[in-house]
């Protein structure tokens, strides 16, 4: 069963992802602005308060998400590493890795951007990842990223972390695509993205072509 948690959990990670406010989501959606205010997620007497079926479906049609995306936000409470159940073993301070080349293969990620599958080897962290719940690593193949990054380089991933402009971040677009740039803008239809590496031109995309984008949060520099 989805706790009351876990559907709150996925309304304020929506919103992030939109860089929007529970507020902004609920206006985006022509919900009362107030309708996931945390106020509103309790009652005067302490019961639960949940969002409508109806509210879902609106805030789902206005950001373009789509139900396997949204339950893709939730996290069960008692996993805390934000990994699938079953997925990977306990790891202690060891966090997934997995090289940038075979990222845009399908049956790495989840619907939310989270580690899942087989074929995942593992690296060290520099801090418990019960700190940064659902953190993973890639690593850089290759001099695309030159000269910030370099071939070998491991950079630590925060997915579901709200992103603001000029962080960097790796997007990974429907078509397969995974590339690490620094986040220029993001409107309610498109980013854009600055590269890395100067010989690479700067990318615009559209939202909807955008499977996930995620924070970077380190490099093993």
Do not use: C
């Not at 948690?5 to 507020?23: C, F, G, K, N, V």
């Not at 418990?128 to 001099?143: H, I, T």
């Amino acid at each position: 069963m989805l706790s009351h948690e876990q559907i709150w959990t996925a309304i304020d990670r929506l919103a992030q992802r939109h860089d929007l406010t529970p507020s902004g989501l609920a206006r985006r959606a022509g919900l009362d602005p107030t309708s996931f205010n945390k106020s509103k997620r309790l009652s005067a007497d302490g019961r639960l308060r949940w969002p409508s079926t109806e509210s879902i479906a609106k805030v789902l049609d206005a950001t373009g998400a789509t139900m396997e995306q949204f339950m893709g936000f939730m996290r069960p409470a008692n996993n805390l590493s934000g990994l699938p159940d079953g997925t990977f073993p306990s790891q202690g301070s060891s966090i997934p890795l997995l090289g940038f080349a075979q990222a845009g293969a399908g049956g790495f990620f989840d619907d939310g951007g989270f580690p899942a599958g087989q074929g995942w080897d593992v690296v060290e962290f520099p801090a418990a990842p019960s700190q940064k719940a659902g953190v993973y690593a890639l690593e850089v193949q290759g001099d695309s990223m030159m000269p910030l990054y370099r071939d070998g380089d491991v950079l630590i991933v925060e997915p579901g972390a709200q992103v603001r402009r000029n962080d960097r971040v790796v997007v990974k677009t429907r078509e397969g695509e995974v590339m690490a740039k620094v986040l220029l803008r993001q409107s309610p239809r498109s980013i854009e993205l600055m590269s890395l590496n100067p010989e690479h031109p700067n990318r615009t995309i559209e939202l909807s072509d955008v499977d996930w984008i995620a924070r970077i949060i380190w490099a093993s520099q």
